[in-house]
């Protein structure tokens, strides 16, 4: 709390005579430090503060329980969030300036994450920005007024005292003065018995929430409007007219939920006639013959088409927004913002070095070896970099590189595989047995140079893959990549 030393020297008035009066003392009530007041916080991130620090208010009376730990859904609540995720925003925005501390922490199994707040109500060391109501007042010199006139000061100060009610008595609103009373009737007109007619149609929450906010329930506003709209309505259509729209527009529901922020707007809107171009037209009811209205009906198909469109335009946006996301290679989100991922390039690298030690067991295998297959393995790795060199001077993406190098490291493999099949059918040589692959990996090298076709895989939610592929297997490498790594699950479990 500041000390009288630290309230501004004006008194609570500034150059347009405004005054500060405590009309009521509070009964529940959360301290917020001037400090964090004065600190230039977005309002929601003050608001979240005020409500960590109300949780600690409440516990106050057991030190042992000091901490804040409200759902994060139950904070975006309160800051009318309409993600709870958005209070990640706010959080940083306090623990940045110090105002709390956070701690993450576990529960239901470790399965789930929370939060821990450290309220702090004092500033961390260090801080510089303003601390008293001083301090602002002394940065913002233009806020300071002296008195304009002899005797403004004293007479702001007798005032003051007189309005502040006693704690737990009701304030006493003051009589205007005759003169001013008389000024007031004398300029009052009397309305039209139509005009109070529909006037008093309006429903009583409304009338109050009307002399509340523009202290009297027949604005001037509210009167013109209905003296526009009684041009074109009996003043029994005009009752009936907002007597409906109170409930069939949603302004009860409003009212209800606190969300009726301009009663007099709102009283203005239901008075008015409404989009149709149809003068006859009374809420998609002709007056005439109490026929639907069809300038209304089509009006309502075209909304709603239109509505369809902006609905499925938005959901294509988002749509092509998230596969920018994807990585092309699994077709994932996997935080790589439309870049191959760790994984799938792992699985691509491992293809090719793969391929090379195939050819390496084939050229071990063979006793009449060419020369050009001397370093077997080498020679299928600087074909397969050869090959991603290429088609990166020509343009390509990571994932057109990985697979011009994937597909030149296969067929080097694919060749001399060939090669020891010939050298086995030769004459005088009998192909050995192979053995049997318990495994059910299949360990020979896969056959390239079959006509493009669709990869005869699905992907992971069982849609067809929309890939194209050479292979005689009919798979390209990323389904044949998921099935082979199926075959070592299941050998593994064996």
């Avoid at 003043?235 to 729209?245: A, D, N, W, Y």
């Avoid at 149709?276 to 075209?302: F, Q």
Wanted: with cysteine; hydrophobic share 35%; proline share 7%.
């Amino acid at each position: 709390m500041n000390h009288f030393d630290d309230e501004p020297d004006d008194d609570g008035y500034g150059e347009d005579g405004d005054q500060l009066v405590a009309e009521d003392w509070p009964t529940v009530h959360t301290p917020v430090p001037v400090w964090v007041l004065l600190a230039g916080l977005s309002a929601k991130a003050f608001l979240m503060y005020a409500f960590l620090a109300e949780h600690i208010n409440a516990r106050v009376q057991n030190p042992n329980r000091r901490i804040a730990c409200p759902k994060q859904k139950a904070i975006a609540v309160v800051l009318e969030l309409a993600d709870d995720r958005q209070v990640a925003t706010y959080r940083k925005e306090l623990e940045a300036l110090g105002a709390i501390r956070t701690e993450k922490y576990r529960y239901a199994g470790g399965m789930r994450q929370g939060y821990k707040y450290f309220v702090r109500y004092n500033p961390p060391a260090g801080y510089q920005g303003q601390m008293r109501l001083r301090d602002f007042y002394n940065a913002h010199p233009e806020f300071k007024a002296a008195a304009k006139w002899e005797g403004r000061t004293e007479a702001a100060k007798k005032t003051a005292t007189a309005t502040v009610p006693a704690q737990g008595k009701p304030a006493t609103q003051p009589k205007p003065a005759p003169a001013r009373a008389a000024r007031r009737k004398a300029a009052e007109v009397p309305l039209a018995p139509e005009v109070l007619k529909v006037l008093e149609a309006f429903r009583p929450e409304l009338r109050q929430a009307m002399r509340e906010t523009a202290h009297t329930d027949a604005p001037k506003t509210l009167v013109t409007a209905v003296k526009k709209a009684l041009k074109e309505r009996t003043p029994e259509q005009l009752v009936s007219r907002v007597r409906r729209r109170w409930s069939t527009h949603g302004y009860a529901e409003k009212f209800e939920t606190g969300r009726l922020e301009r009663p007099v707007g709102a009283a203005v809107a239901m008075l008015r006639h409404g989009e149709c171009p149809d003068s006859g037209c009374e809420d998609g009811e002709l007056l005439a013959d109490s026929k639907p209205c069809v300038l209304c009906i089509e009006r309502g198909k075209n909304y709603k088409a239109d509505h369809k469109a902006t609905r499925e335009a938005k959901k294509q946006a988002s749509a092509a927004a998230a596969a920018r996301l994807l990585c092309p290679g699994c077709e994932q989100d996997r935080g790589t913002e439309g870049k191959l991922c760790p994984l799938c390039v792992s699985g691509f690298e491992n293809d090719i070095v793969g391929a090379a030690d195939r050819a390496a067991e084939d050229a071990a295998k063979m006793t009449d070896l060419p020369t050009e297959w001397a370093d077997a393995r080498a020679r299928v790795l600087a074909e397969a970099e050869q090959a991603r060199e290429r088609i990166r001077r020509e343009g390509a993406d990571d994932l057109g590189q990985l697979l011009a190098a994937q597909f030149a490291a296969r067929s080097a493999a694919t060749e001399l595989h060939r090669l020891r099949l010939a050298a086995l059918d030769a004459p005088g040589h009998g192909r050995p047995q192979e053995p049997e692959d318990v495994s059910g990996v299949p360990s020979m090298p896969v056959m390239y140079g079959a006509e493009p076709a669709p990869c005869s895989g699905v992907r992971w939610d069982d849609s067809p893959c929309a890939r194209t592929t050479e292979a005689q297997d009919g798979l390209c490498g990323v389904c044949r990549g998921a099935q082979r790594a199926q075959h070592e699950d299941l050998a593994a479990a064996r």
